[in-house]
C-alpha cells in the first residue's frame, strides 16, 4: 500500500539520482512559470498602479470583474485557450497548440489578473500614504506609478511569489493546451497527473514531494534575495 | 532648474472650504509678498493646514481664487514647480536618505548628474551626511523632518509652505529645523509657514496672520500682533487662554 | 535603477520564450492517441524505436478516444490512433481521415475484487456475468465517458438484457475517468469493471484486484491519417513513413513481442483474435 513514507523516499531517490526525465521536467515547470510570471507582472504592475491611481466612471466595475478573474478556474482557460490556438480558431496559423509558448500564453492570462488585483490594493494603500507629498512635488502620473511601484518592492515580491505559485501549481490549462507531451511540454503537475493515473501512486506522491520542495526552494531564494537587499538599503 | 520668473505675490480672495454643511474656512482673504516670513497661527483646529493646503493646490476650495504673480499667471504647473510643502509628519520613501533626496530632484526634472551634487549638497547643509545611506525610515524624529527639509532645499522652490513642521520633536531638533528655515529664507525662499507654538512663531515671523475658526482675523507684522493685537480672540491667544 | 530592471526583465522574456517551436518547415509530426496505449509503454517504446531506426520526429498528445477524434477533425494533429471502430468509420466517412489502416489489437477482461462476490470467475459468457452482478447488486464501476472501453462494456449489457442505469449510483458507478482512475476506484472500493490488457499489466495500484474473465472481446486499434485535404498543412510525407513503418513487419513486430511485468498485452493486425464472449 502506498505510504507517505514511500513517496518521500521515491522524492529522495528522484531528486539524489538526478534522473534525466525529472530534470527535464522540473526545467519545463521552471520555464513555463517563471515565462508566465515574468510577463504578467511587465502587464500587470503598470494596469494595477493605473487602477490604484486613476479615477473613472466604471471602475467599480472593473475592479469586481479584475478580483473575479483572480479565481479563473485554469481548465476554462485551458479550454479557451485551446479554442483560440486550435488550427480551427483563429489564431491556428501560429502553429502554437502543444507547444511551451501555448502553456506560457495560458499560464500568464491565468496570473495576470492576479498580479494586477494585489498590485492596485497594495498601491493605492501606499498612495493614500504618499499622496500628499507627491502631489506637492506636482508628481505626473507615470512618475507616481513608477515612485509607488519601487516602494512597494518588498510587497511586489510577494505578489509575484503568489501569481508563481498558482502557476506552477496548476495542471488543467498546462495540460490541455500543452498536451503532456513527453519531452516537450511535460510538467510536474501533468506527470503526477499521468503517474496517477497509471496507479503509479507512490511515484506520484514523490513527484508531488518534488514540487514542493521547488516551491520551498523558489519561495527561500526569493526571500534570502529580498532580504539581502533590503540589508544593503540599509547600510 | 533655476529660478526664473517669480510666482510671487500671492492674492487670496473670498477662499471658502466646506465639507457637507460644515464650513471650514470661511471668506478669508489676503496678499503675500516675498522677503517676509509669513506665520500663520491660531488654536488647533482653526483652519491653518487647511488653508495652507489650498494655496498649494492639494485641495480644491468650493469658493473664492487663489491667484499667484502679477500679472496672474495661468499655467498651474508652472506655479506648482515652484512650491513644495514640508509636512508635520514628514512622509519619506522606503528608500535610502539619498535616495529620497534624488527622487525628488528627479521628478523635479534635474539632469542625472546635477542630481547627485545637489544631493549631496542639501545632505551636507542638513547635517546629514553621515546618514546618507541609511533607509529613510529608521531615521529619528528630528532627521526625518531636517531631511523631509533637505529634500527642499536641494530643490530650492520659491515658496516652500511648512505645516507645523516641528511638532513632536524635542528642543535640539526643533532648533535645527528652524535654523534650516533661516537659511532658505536667506536664500530667498518665501516662507509660508503654520504653528500654534506662540514661542515659534515670536521666533520666526515677520508677519502673522492669525486664523480663529475658520476666519482670518487679523493680518499683521509680527511685533505688531505679538503687542498689541487687534481682535479679541488674538488677545486670549497670545495670552495663553484661547483654546478652540 | 528601475531602467535596469526592465532590461532585465526584457531579456528574461526573450531567451526562455522561442516562438519558431513549430515554424511550419520543420516541425515533428503530431499524433494524438488513447490513454490506454501510453498507460501501458507500449507507445514510450515505439518511440524510442522510431528514434532509433528511423529520422522521423514525432510528439505524441494523449487523450480519451473523443477528444483524439475531435483534435483530428479540427486539424490539430497529423495522425489519430484510436480503438473505436464505429467513431473511427463515421470519421473516414465524413472525411476527416483520407487513410486508415488496422494496427494492433489488445483484448478486454473482467477484473475485479479477489473475493469475487458475485462468482463469476472462470464463466465463459459475459451475459451470464453481468446478470449475476446485477442480481446481486455488486458494485460494477463504468468508464461512463463514451471511450472504447465504455462503448464495448454498453454493449455487453446491451447483450445481457439488463439496463444498469437504473441503478446509476447505486451498486453501477459511471466515473467519467480515464482507465487509471477508474481501476484507481475500483482498487479501493473493490468493485468490477471491464479493463483492456494494455492498461491492466502496467498498473501498479491492483491492491486485491485481479483478473475473472479474460479475453472477453478484441479490443482493436486503427490508425488513420487526418486529411490533407481539409487540412493542408498535414504533414503528409512524415505520416505516411510512420504508419508504414508501423503497420510494416518491423512495426508489427515489436507490437507482438512488447511485454510489460511478464505479459504481451498486443497482438499485431494479423493476429487479431476475433472472439466475444
Not at chain 2, 520668473?5 to 478669508?28: A, C, E, F, H, R
Request: aromatic letters at 8%; proline letters at 4%.
Amino acid at each position: 500500500m502506498t505510504s507517505f513514507a514511500e513517496g518521500l523516499s521515491h522524492a529522495i531517490e528522484l531528486i539524489i539520482s538526478f534522473d534525466n526525465d525529472l530534470i527535464g521536467i522540473i526545467a519545463m515547470s521552471l520555464k513555463v512559470s517563471i515565462s508566465a510570471v515574468l510577463i504578467s507582472c511587465i502587464i500587470g504592475f503598470p494596469i494595477g498602479a493605473s487602477l490604484a491611481l486613476c479615477k473613472f466612471r466604471g471602475r467599480n466595475l472593473v475592479l469586481v470583474i479584475l478580483n473575479s478573474f483572480m479565481g479563473l478556474p485554469p481548465v476554462v482557460v485551458g479550454l479557451i485557450v485551446f479554442l483560440l490556438l486550435s488550427r480551427s480558431g483563429p489564431f491556428g496559423v501560429l502553429g502554437l497548440l502543444f507547444t511551451p509558448t501555448a502553456m506560457i500564453i495560458a499560464q500568464t492570462i491565468l496570473i495576470t489578473p492576479i498580479i494586477a488585483a494585489l498590485t492596485r490594493q497594495t498601491i493605492e494603500d501606499l498612495w493614500d500614504e504618499y499622496s500628499e507629498y507627491l502631489k506637492s512635488l506636482d508628481s505626473k502620473k507615470i512618475d507616481t506609478m513608477q515612485t509607488l511601484l519601487w516602494d512597494a518592492r518588498f510587497s511586489l515580491v510577494i505578489i509575484v511569489l503568489a501569481g508563481f505559485g498558482r502557476a506552477i501549481a496548476e495542471v488543467g490549462a498546462v495540460m490541455i493546451v500543452g498536451g503532456n507531451i513527453d519531452n516537450i511540454t511535460r510538467v510536474m503537475t501533468t506527470a503526477i497527473a499521468l503517474e496517477t493515473s497509471k496507479g503509479n501512486l507512490s511515484i506520484a506522491l514523490g513527484l508531488g514531494i518534488t514540487l514542493l520542495f521547488i516551491a520551498f526552494a523558489v519561495n527561500g531564494v526569493s526571500q534570502f534575495i529580498s532580504s539581502v537587499l533590503s540589508k544593503r538599503a540599509m547600510l | 532648474m533655476t529660478i526664473n520668473k517669480t510666482i510671487m505675490p500671492l492674492n487670496v480672495k473670498n477662499l471658502s472650504y466646506q465639507i457637507g454643511n460644515k464650513k471650514l474656512i470661511q471668506d478669508i482673504e489676503f496678499s503675500l509678498v516675498s522677503g517676509k516670513k509669513t506665520v500663520l497661527l491660531g488654536p488647533n483646529g482653526a483652519g491653518k493646514s487647511l488653508t495652507l493646503r489650498l494655496c498649494n493646490g492639494l485641495l480644491q476650495p468650493t469658493s473664492g481664487s487663489i491667484n499667484w504673480g502679477m500679472p496672474q499667471i495661468k499655467n498651474l504647473n508652472r506655479i506648482r514647480h515652484h512650491q513644495l510643502m514640508v509636512f508635520q509628519r514628514p512622509v519619506l520613501l522606503r528608500r535610502s536618505v539619498k535616495s529620497n533626496i534624488e527622487h525628488a530632484l528627479k521628478l523635479r526634472r534635474v539632469p542625472l548628474g546635477e542630481r547627485k551634487s545637489r544631493a549631496m549638497l542639501a545632505l551636507k547643509k542638513s547635517g546629514l551626511e553621515p546618514l546618507e545611506n541609511f533607509p529613510a525610515r529608521s531615521l529619528s524624529g528630528g532627521e526625518q523632518q531636517r531631511l523631509a527639509l533637505a529634500r527642499a532645499w536641494a530643490i530650492m522652490p520659491q515658496v516652500l509652505f511648512l505645516d507645523e513642521p516641528t511638532n513632536n520633536l524635542d528642543p535640539a531638533a526643533v532648533r535645527s529645523v528652524e535654523d534650516l528655515i533661516s537659511s532658505f529664507h536667506n536664500s530667498g525662499t518665501k516662507i509660508i509657514m503654520t504653528t500654534h507654538d506662540l514661542a515659534q512663531a515670536k521666533r520666526i515671523a515677520d508677519e502673522v496672520l492669525f486664523i480663529h475658526n475658520g476666519k482670518l482675523l487679523e493680518q499683521s507684522k509680527a511685533e505688531s500682533f505679538f503687542l498689541r493685537p487687534k481682535s479679541p480672540e488674538g488677545l486670549a491667544f497670545i495670552s495663553g487662554e484661547l483654546l478652540c | 535603477m528601475l531602467k535596469y530592471v526592465y532590461i532585465i526583465l526584457y531579456l528574461f522574456v526573450f531567451t526562455f520564450i522561442n516562438i519558431n517551436q513549430t515554424s511550419a518547415d520543420n516541425r515533428p509530426l503530431v499524433l494524438a492517441t488513447t490513454t490506454s496505449v501510453d498507460s501501458s509503454g507500449l507507445l514510450k517504446h515505439l518511440l524510442s524505436k522510431v528514434k532509433e531506426q528511423t529520422d522521423i520526429k514525432i510528439n505524441v498528445v494523449v487523450r480519451g478516444t473523443g477528444a483524439v477524434l475531435n483534435l483530428g477533425i479540427r486539424g490539430d494533429v497529423d495522425i489519430v490512433l484510436t480503438h473505436d471502430r464505429n467513431s473511427e468509420d463515421s470519421f473516414v466517412k465524413n472525411n476527416h481521415g483520407s487513410l486508415i489502416k488496422d494496427v494492433m489489437s489488445s483484448h478486454y477482461m473482467i477484473v475485479g475484487p479477489d473475493n469475487d462476490p458475485a462468482k463469476i470467475a472462470g464463466l465463459l459468457n459475459v451475459s451470464t456475468a453481468f446478470n449475476l452482478i446485477a442480481n446481486t447488486n455488486t458494485l460494477f464501476l463504468s468508464r461512463g465517458d463514451n471511450s472504447g472501453t465504455h462503448k464495448t462494456e454498453i454493449l455487453f449489457w446491451n447483450k445481457s438484457g439488463v439496463n444498469p442505469k437504473l441503478w446509476s449510483g447505486k451498486w453501477y458507478r459511471e466515473t467519467g475517468s480515464g482507465m487509471g482512475a477508474t481501476l484507481n476506484m475500483a482498487s479501493v472500493l473493490g468493485g468490477y469493471l471491464i479493463t483492456e490488457s494494455g492498461s491492466w499489466f502496467s498498473f501498479g495500484n491492483r491492491g486485491k484486484l485481479t483478473i475473472l474473465m479474460d479475453q472477453i472481446a478484441p479490443n482493436p486499434y486503427r490508425i488513420i491519417l487526418v486529411n490533407p485535404e481539409k487540412h493542408p498543412h498535414v504533414l503528409v510525407n512524415d505520416a505516411l513513413s510512420f504508419i508504414n513503418w508501423l503497420t510494416g513487419p518491423i512495426g508489427q513486430n515489436i507490437i507482438d513481442n512488447y511485454e510489460v511485468n511478464g505479459n504481451k498485452p498486443y497482438s499485431s493486425a494479423s493476429k487479431i483474435k476475433t472472439i466475444f464472449r
